[in-house]
């Protein structure tokens, strides 16, 4: 199930849609749920909403312009949904929209009273949007963070390593595969590497590298944001195999158990790779003073398997 669940009325459409596309470039689309998107075909809709919910590990609920006026029917979706929630401690987080205010516990059922006594967080309609979607992602990590437990892929020490690995390991066999196949001679160096390898020349041929730069733990999920770097002589070489490794990433984004786990201790967790939408030049500056290298940033995520 995903963590995140969105509650909206359809009148809030628009905006329920620029904040589900803001929660999944940050979270990914497998941990937010948004009925629209998500429902399947030929499944009982009201069963199917109440197990998402109870699935998930935080609510957020938006509040615009005559939210309230429809909760005093006890059929209403939005009704129905927080009710869910709040009966099964699910966090709720409302976000106004606009200039709407908070409603006051009166206002509401009272089997949903406690909503007006959340912290709530504006959002702006128009060019605020932005500013304001960039303070309200840190607050759901923040509530992620207190809610998360141990598992396989958190509790581990040797997980971060073996997923940086994995990645590598996958990129390196079905590179040499692909070579098999088209026999163009090219000889490719694939490493992880720290900070201090920056400044090390590369001797010679063609080198494809991995950085950790950031980890962030969202409840079960570990979230390992990387880059790949790649080093030559020619600027040919390093743009047809960054072209082979978007490729690749993009048809494969599940890495097969066997690379992430060629020795068996990663059983148990899952590991997908996504494109980033940080900045790879920004992440450069801040790692080395070396001149830039064509770079791609991914974000690779560990799960604990059939989560």
């Not at 509530?143 to 690995?165: F, G, W, Y």
């Not at 066999?173 to 590369?202: C, I, L, M």
């Not at 080198?207 to 790949?228: A, I, N, S």
Request: hydrophobic share 40%; charged share 25%.
């Amino acid at each position: 199930m995903a963590t995140i669940f969105l509650s909206y009325r359809r009148t809030d459409s628009p905006q329920a849609c620029r904040v589900y596309e803001w929660l999944v470039r940050r979270f990914g689309e497998d941990a937010v749920f948004m009925d629209v998107a998500a429902i399947p075909f030929a499944v009982d809709y009201a069963d199917y909403i109440r197990d998402a919910i109870t699935g998930s590990r935080v609510m957020i609920v938006l509040i615009g312009d005559g939210w309230v006026e429809r909760l005093a029917t006890t059929d209403d979706p939005v009704r129905l949904e927080l009710e869910v929630a709040i009966g099964n401690h699910i966090p709720v987080l409302p976000l106004l929209i606009g200039n709407t205010t908070m409603p006051d516990p009166d206002d509401l059922p009272s089997s949903i009273a406690d909503v007006a006594y959340q912290n709530a967080v504006t959002i702006g309609v128009s060019h605020d949007f932005h500013t304001h979607m960039q303070a309200l992602l840190p607050r759901i990590e923040s509530i992620l963070r207190k809610l998360a437990v141990q598992n396989r892929a958190t509790s581990d020490p040797d997980v971060i390593h073996m997923a940086c690995e994995g990645v590598i390991h996958f990129l390196r066999e079905a590179h040499a595969r692909y070579e098999e196949r088209k026999q163009e001679g090219w000889q490719v160096n694939w490493d992880v590497v720290g900070t201090s390898d920056f400044s090390k020349p590369k001797s010679g041929g063609l080198y494809v590298t991995l950085f950790l730069h950031r980890v962030v733990r969202f409840d079960t999920v570990l979230e390992l944001h990387v880059t790949l770097s790649f080093w030559g002589y020619f600027a040919i070489h390093e743009q047809r195999l960054a072209g082979w490794v978007v490729r690749q990433l993009d048809q494969t984004p599940i890495i097969p158990a066997e690379s992430f786990s060629p020795d068996s201790k990663g059983s148990g967790c899952d590991l997908k790779i996504r494109r980033s939408d940080e900045d790879p030049r920004q992440i450069w500056q801040m790692i080395t003073d070396e001149p830039l290298r064509l770079t791609l940033a991914y974000v690779a995520t560990v799960s604990p398997r059939n989560l």
